[in-house]
């Protein structure tokens, strides 16, 4: 085993440039809807996504990604996946996209409450049949 | 189509994801386990910083930082049109708590996945479910040359409630994983049912004294 070098030398000024992630946000790290989308909530994009009106000027490249991947219905976690940002920053990013209606949110969280049976029966007839 | 399940959201297909989560100690065999049954892939998740990562998120001289990137697997299974379940390794080390709420929330269950040889490393996945009341089952990872134990010094050993499923597993084969999934979607049904027997008792015994408000809430009148 070498020597582990000293943690100074990996201090930021020496690691050299790095693209933060919440740089594709601005900065900002909070939903601008204050809502903490699930990793499974379920979004997707609306008619007015695709025009090419005013609002869609404001967007990034990442946010027309995120509509792309929302184009049928998908979930935080599938986007942050495809987009390979943080879910964080995606947090945002769709928050963004809610409040310019180019996106809905179709369902906020996984219920909390017992998983019914029908439900149930299906996913164990699914599993069984992979 | 194979819409089975009745509801009332009119003729469009409802897209219904389902959380899944695979916890245990370093280097058990989640990732192993997550892509022997689906496709793996990456998830960053840039979490803020609590009391709980201090001491192992080395913050001096950046005075400013409270988020952390930590990368999980996640993998789908998609079952039907609608009907996809998204499994999620979680971080079974101490300092990754601070996320289990966020990815256990509405979870239909989760897997514990066991080396017997360092079952300890079990004891803060098990702990967790139990206090979350989170349905689970232990899955034993065989490794190679690893001692084979017997399910009730594996049940003794970490302390496990009679009702709590203990299986063997190899986490590379796909039928063996397959087969703890199912193991674990069974004794949510198991535990479902207790709960819907539990419930009716205690509606029986309360009689007519039940607030109609709370009886309303529960019909979902």
């Known amino acids: 085993m070498t020597a582990v070098p000293p943690r100074e030398s990996w201090k930021r000024h020496t690691s050299g440039p790095v693209v933060r992630p919440y740089a594709v946000t601005g900065g900002r790290t909070e939903p601008a809807d204050g809502e903490m989308l699930d990793l499974i909530a379920v979004v997707v994009a609306t008619s007015k996504a695709g025009g090419g009106g005013g609002d869609a000027s404001r967007r990034s490249p990442e946010h027309r990604k995120i509509v792309d991947l929302a184009l049928a219905p998908t979930t935080v976690a599938d986007i942050a996946s495809g987009t390979a940002l943080p879910v964080g920053v995606v947090r945002v990013l769709l928050a963004d996209l809610v409040m310019l209606g180019a996106v809905k949110v179709v369902r906020q969280r996984p219920a909390r409450e017992m998983p019914s049976d029908d439900l149930l029966r299906e996913i164990l007839n699914g599993l069984r049949a992979l | ?221």
């Open chain 2, 1 to 221: 189509m194979d819409s089975a399940h009745s509801s009332d959201q009119g003729a469009e297909p409802v897209f219904s994801p389902h959380k899944l989560l695979i916890a245990g100690g370093f280097a058990v065999g989640k990732t192993t386990m997550v892509s022997a049954i689906s496709e793996v892939r990456p998830l960053l998740t840039e979490e803020k910083l609590t009391t709980a990562s201090i001491g192992h998120d080395d913050l001096d001289g950046v005075p400013g930082k409270t988020t952390t990137t930590v990368a999980l697997d996640y993998g789908r299974i998609t079952l039907s049109s609608q009907l996809v379940l998204y499994l999620f390794g979680v971080p079974g080390q101490e300092r990754f708590w601070f996320m289990w709420d966020e990815l256990a929330y509405g979870a239909l269950g989760a897997v514990v996945l066991a080396d017997v040889r360092r079952l300890d490393d079990s004891f803060p996945s098990v702990n967790y479910f139990e206090s979350r009341e989170l349905p689970f089952v232990i899955a034993l990872n065989c490794f190679d040359g690893a001692p084979r134990y017997d399910e009730d010094e594996v049940r003794d050993a970490l302390d496990l409630d009679p009702g709590v499923p203990v299986v063997l597993c190899d986490a590379r084969q796909l039928a063996s994983v397959k087969q703890v999934l199912i193991t674990l979607v069974e004794h949510v049904a198991a535990r479902r049912a207790q709960w819907a027997a539990a419930q009716a008792a205690a509606a029986r015994s309360a009689g007519p004294r039940v607030p109609p408000a709370s009886s309303a809430a529960i019909t979902g009148r």
